[in-house]
């Protein structure tokens, strides 16, 4: 008994580095992929950018341009946590990455996606009082309570990254250190443990559950005011012009929250890494990606406040 404890100890390989696989059947995709995500996170760096810029017009001093800015932040380092990276292996023959940088990689990733699932449930709170309570919104919704929504996303966001990330790296790794993802995240990597991760795995769909549902169900339970508020107006007009303020939102919402609950929530009876690895870019490269679009092209105030920034620069210039 002692002697098999013994070899099993000398079995067992310390990790000291992992292997981000990216695409290991299809080698001659990795060229073309890397000329299609550079182009997709410099337009993502470019439209947050801007956007951040753009509702900085006295104009859009109101608390859903506040938070708009504070998304697009969100969206700025949420890109630039795995692209980058994933550029660089796209080219590179060494795909590792080393035991800490793993660590940082998946600790800023889940600090970043939390709070921004939490920020949309804020977002979603200021949509329902600007519509059910017009009267009183910028009382309810003044600098302090902004100020405050945005700081308890990122709390959120901190508390829940520090404990998931600690769960997994407590992990013991052994043996293959190849992530068959593009980056360090939660599902592929507990795959690589030795032990039985199923006391974890149910810890994790229970954090996950927290993160997701609450302020899903925030979200939704400020819809279900808004859509009763709008459907008791009187004109067809005012209704659509109402509605087409969180419109974008929704839209919003529906990408992120899709995306990451497929990944995050599926059995692992039905856990495809191939599908993985596609909706995990979804919503980690192509939604902060298409976020500025959506909340720019449906919006009169963004764009009004666009041509008087493309005004002056143009008269700077000149």
């Not at 950018?49 to 969206?75: C, E, G, K, Q, W």
């Not at 990597?189 to 169900?217: G, H, N, R, W």
């Not at 599926?266 to 976020?291: A, E, G, V």
Request: hydrophobic share 50%; glycine share 2%; net charge neutral.
């Amino acid at each position: 008994m002692k002697d098999a404890e013994e070899s099993r100890r000398v079995n067992l390989t310390v990790v000291t580095e992992f292997i981000l696989l990216g695409l290991p059947n299809h080698h001659e995709l990795e060229v073309p992929l890397f000329f299609i995500y550079m182009l997709i996170y410099a337009i993502t760096l470019i439209g947050n950018s801007l956007l951040i810029i753009i509702t900085m017009d006295p104009a859009l001093h109101t608390p859903m341009y506040f938070f708009l800015r504070v998304l697009s932040f969100l969206d700025l380092c949420y890109t630039s946590v795995t692209v980058p990276k994933m550029l660089v292996n796209f080219l590179s023959e060494d795909k590792s990455i080393s035991y800490l940088g793993c660590i940082a990689q998946m600790y800023f990733l889940l600090f970043l996606g939390a709070s921004e699932c939490f920020l949309l449930a804020a977002m979603a709170y200021d949509r329902y009082v600007a519509i059910c309570n017009p009267m009183r919104y910028m009382v309810i919704m003044n600098r302090r309570v902004c100020l405050s929504l945005a700081v308890l996303s990122w709390l959120g966001g901190i508390v829940l990254s520090l404990v998931q990330t600690t769960w997994v790296f407590t992990l013991p790794f052994c043996g293959s250190n190849q992530i068959n993802y593009f980056f360090c995240d939660i599902p592929p990597l507990i795959k690589l443990s030795c032990i039985d991760t199923s006391l974890y795995e149910m810890q994790l769909f229970a954090a996950t559950v927290m993160v997701i549902f609450t302020p899903f169900t925030l979200i939704l339970v400020s819809y279900i005011f808004i859509i009763s508020t709008i459907l008791k107006m009187t004109t067809a007009e005012g209704r659509h012009k109402t509605f087409s303020t969180c419109s974008s939102h929704l839209i919003v919402v529906t990408l992120y929250y899709g995306s990451s609950s497929l990944i995050y929530l599926r059995p692992n009876s039905i856990n495809l890494p191939d599908s993985n690895k596609m909706l995990s870019l979804i919503y980690t490269t192509i939604t902060p990606t298409l976020n500025p679009f959506i909340y720019s092209l449906r919006n009169k105030e963004v764009k009004e406040a666009a041509r008087r920034f493309i005004s002056k620069s143009f008269v700077s210039v000149f």
